[in-house]
Each structure stands twice: as C-alpha cells, then as structure tokens.
C-alpha cells in the first residue's frame, strides 16, 4: 500500500506529497530536506523524519522548535494511521492512501469535515418549482430528493397521468457536451421496460431546468425501509431476499441491453405499498451526467458513498456489471442488518473500509438468515471484481436455487 500526506494548512495547501520508502527522509525548511517546506517560517531546517517502515509510516521529531505533533498532541516517535493529522510548525498534513483519486475522493470536502456534510449548493431553486407548470406537467410536492435534484409529483396534462418528475438542479443545463450526453443516456433508456424498472416517460429541458418524467411510485424508497427497520430491530431476511431477486432481475435486463446503471443505492429502490414490488429508478443517469459529476459533487448525498464498490472509490469510469451487483449487494446487506457493510465519520475513513476490511457477517444481526443467502451477499461485496458473481443472471441462478427450500416470494 502506498500513501500520501494531504497538506491541509500552510503555504502548501491541498498540495499531496507522496510518502517514500529509504532512510534520511528529513522534512523541514532546508533546501537539503527530502520533503521541503521553505515558505514556513516555524519549522526548523530539520524538522522531523518520515520513515516508511513495514507497512505502516512512522515519523520521528528530530528537535523542531515548534514540535512535531500528531492529532493535537507532542510525540517523539509515532506510527501514523490513516486520517492522522500531523503538524509541523504552521503546516498540517494529512495521512491519506496514496491510490484515492483525491479530485475525485475530497473535491471540494473540507477534509477536516465529518461525515454527514450539509451540500454546498441548496436546492431550494429546484423547489421553488412546486406549484408551477414545467412543460405539460403540473408540478405539486416533493416526494424524493436525489444526488442532483428533486423529485415531485406531477400531473402530465398531456397524457393525463400521474408521474413522477425529476428535476435536475439548474448547473447540470449550462454546459452544452453535457446536455447532448444528457439527451444521449435518456434515448437509451426510454424504450426500456421491465417489471422491476422505473419506466421513463419522457425528457427534457423547459427554461433552465433539464427534467425527466417517469412512472409514479406510491411508496417508499429502500432508503426509508432501512431507516425504519433499523431502529424498529424488524428485520427480516425473507424480506431482503425478495428485493434481491427483484433487482437482479432488472439489472439481468438492462446489463442484456449494455447498459450498467453505476449508482445502484437504496435511494434508487422503490417499493410500491401496493404489493411491495420493488422498482430500480435512474437507469442511465449517472452515465448521461458522467464528466458533469463526481463523487463528491455539491448537492451529492454523501451517505450513498457507503455503497460504492471498491473500484469505483478508486475514481475508475470504465465500470461494468460487476459493480452494479456490489451496489444490490450493499443494499441488501443494509437491508439485513439496519445499516450499510462499511461506515465511517470521514470519506477517507469509508473508503478504506470498503477497499480492505471484511464487513460484519450479517447473522451477527439476524440468527435466522438461511446460510447459503448470506454467502450470497458476501460474495458480492467482494473486493474485487473477479470473486463477485459476474453476471445478474448468475446470482438469480443461485437465488432461483433457494426458491426451491421455502416460499419466500411471490411469483
């Protein structure tokens, strides 16, 4: 593993310095430091060593008049875990590891800052929209809220249909490349239609608003199920089971088509109250907004990082249907348990869990889970790609088999 300091104060802010192994690795002022900080008054010429040792860096005060400290507090010697924050005169670094794509990993994150951040851009343009007519659709109430706008529910006069309209924020429609990409993924997608997909109606741009009408939902996003279960302790695997299958079934449809839908979260899973079917929604969104985004875009609900795979937290683009199982995978897990495979209070902090840690079996959580369900799970969230399972319709294979020992959902 290779790591990198994140200057987050001094003359070098937001610069990253990569940490290398040998010894005399000196940081200080003097032009003779291997890590050189000449604009900083406060730190001596021979400030401290880094020394990468083992698999763990460990820096040494080497008599900084100022003090080497390390979260706050004086140290001569320390080993340096990920997140560390050491200060040298009136610089202070972070420990990061050195493969985040860091534009991509903080953007413009305070890194100092704990998860859940308030977005940076409001969305309160979008939802001055409610009331009004936007195209053909008369727009009442908020009834979702995404990465980069608001869904309402409207009434399409044109049709005479209740639907659901996503509005995106205002930004998305002002650089041109993105709007034909926009227009682009939505032409993919409309024609789609499967039991377990949100249909696309429509879409479009009116004023300053690009918008997308698609099939109403009366219900509750995954999301929401979540939340509730978990603090009401009602979980139930049969549950989890049946929306597994679900999903897989729709991205067993859309990955036929070429088309990997990259944020499967339990923000994009509906379940009608009806009959509690559940519904993927934003099929080809994230690829039409592709290079308008990224991880931490402002208005980005944070916690949805929690269900990235592994290789997306790397900044990697080219993604196929092995990290939309990993997304079913995470949303399942949470489903189990009452909570996402991997937290953290930092963004660093969750994608280090999600790289290297193994999460929590989720019998820990619910005695009765059948076994072979829950190896299932696991192996989604393999972290890499090749031990997942590598196609939708060889994980329904496997579910299909579980089918045969209960009567655990409808047909």
Known sequence: M???????????????????????????????????FPDDPRISRFHCEVL???????????????????????????????????????????LVMGDFALKDALGAIDPNASLPITAELALT???????KTLAHYEIGHVIGQGRCGLVFHANDTKDNRSVGLKVLHPSYSKDEEMMQRFVRGMKTAM??????????YSAGKTGGYCWIAMEYIAGESLKEV???IGVANRLDWKNAFGMTLEIARALEYAHGHGLVHRNVTPTNIMQQATDQVCKLSDLMLA????????ITRPGEVL????????ERTRGVTELDARSDLYGL???????????????????????TKIRQHEPVRPTKYQKTILPEFEGMILKLLAKKPEDRYQSASHLIRDLNRILGKAALVKE
């Open 52 to 94: 990468l040792e083992g698999e763990q860096p460990t820096v040494i005060c080497r008599g900084g008049s100022s003090g080497t400290l390390v979260n706050g507090k004086p140290v001569t010697r320390h080993t340096l875990k990920l997140g560390d924050v050491l200060r040298i005169g009136d610089t202070e670094l972070r």
């Open 226 to 228: 979540i939340a509730r």
């Open 329 to 351: 995978g995470a949303t399942a897990y949470a489903l189990l348990t009452g909570r996402p495979p991997f937290e953290g209070g930092t963004v660093i902090e969750k994608f």
């Open 125 to 131: 343009e979008v939802e001055a929209i409610s009331g």
């Open 2 to 36: 290779s790591y990198q300091f994140l200057v987050l104060t001094g003359p070098k802010a937001r610069r990253t310095i990569t940490i290398q192994p040998g010894p005399d690795r000196l940081m200080g002022r003097s032009e003779k430091a291997f890590y050189q």
């Open 191 to 200: 024609p789609l239609r499967h039991p377990n997909l949100i249909s696309i």
């Open 303 to 310: 916690g949805e990082l929690e269900y990235l795979s592994p």
């Open 287 to 294: 690829k039409a907004l592709e290079g308008a985004e990224n």
